[in-house]
């Protein structure tokens, strides 16, 4: 067990509409990631936060945003939802005291989502 | 693409024997970890080794980086069944404030 909690583990829904996965980190850190993986596109780094601030961004669509609140918990929400959205995704923590990328990521167990 | 790449693809073997899987990046880094992904679950970090390291140990697993080559390479010893699962090089770049997964190499180890 990582210690990084995701829900929900599994998530079905329709195109055009909206859904929030939710990240709660490991105790004690204070850096949030989230990752796409898609079987074509790979793992894929979406954004990444730290105490609550947006600390890098890699490829997220504008149509998804998130955020990290005061108690340390992230979310990610997916709106305007496509096909090519279905993907797992992935909340990552990390101490965070260091520079991003030099610390290993302790990663949740994703979330699956299929749009249909 | 930043991306790193995995090499081979996708390796299949016995138990016993050991497993060698390679990654290539494009851009300086800071440091390269060696992730585990079981089917479907969240990755699990293996081993980092810093730009300034050319060998690092773990157990049964011994990861090599060529900073003039551009390349790591993982070997997993004496591999068993439960070795089963996807392994991913993920690099820390200068400047960036990310960590940068490669493709994924998937290793079958039979009984």
């Known amino acids: 067990d990582s210690g990084v909690t995701q829900t929900p583990k599994h998530l079905i829904t329709a195109t055009g509409q909206r859904v929030t996965l939710r990240c709660s980190p490991r105790?004690?850190?204070?850096?949030v990631y989230w990752y796409q993986q898609s079987l074509d596109q790979g793992l894929q780094f979406l954004i990444q936060?730290?105490?609550?601030?947006?600390?890098a961004k890699g490829n997220i669509l504008e149509r998804f945003s998130a955020q990290q609140f005061p108690d340390l918990h992230s979310e990610l929400n997916l709106s305007s939802l496509e096909l090519g959205d279905s993907a797992l995704y992935f909340c990552?923590?990390?101490?965070?005291?260091?520079?991003?990328?030099?610390?290993?990521?302790?990663f949740g167990s994703g979330t699956q989502l299929s749009v249909l | 693409s930043q991306q790193g790449e995995e090499d081979p693809q996708a390796l299949s073997i016995q138990e016993g024997e050991n497993a060698t899987m390679n990654c290539s990046y494009k851009?300086?880094?800071?440091?390269l970890q060696w992730y585990r992904q079981n089917s479907g679950r969240g990755l699990v970090h293996l081993i980092l080794?810093?730009?300034?390291?050319r060998e690092k140990h773990s157990g049964r697993l011994r990861v090599t980086l060529d900073t003039s080559k551009k390349s790591s390479s993982l070997l997993i010893t004496a591999s068993r069944a439960a070795d089963t699962a996807s392994y991913f090089c993920?690099?820390?770049?200068?400047?960036?404030?990310?960590?940068?997964f490669g493709t994924g190499t998937r290793l079958l180890v039979s009984p």
């Open positions: 990552a923590s990390s101490g965070g005291r260091v520079r991003a990328g030099e610390e290993k990521l302790f």
């Open positions: 105790s004690g850190d204070l850096s």
């Open positions: 936060y730290y105490n609550g601030e947006e600390r």
């Open positions: 851009t300086s880094i800071n440091n």
């Open positions: 080794i810093r730009s300034n390291e």
């Open positions: 993920a690099t820390g770049f200068t400047g960036f404030q990310k960590l940068v």
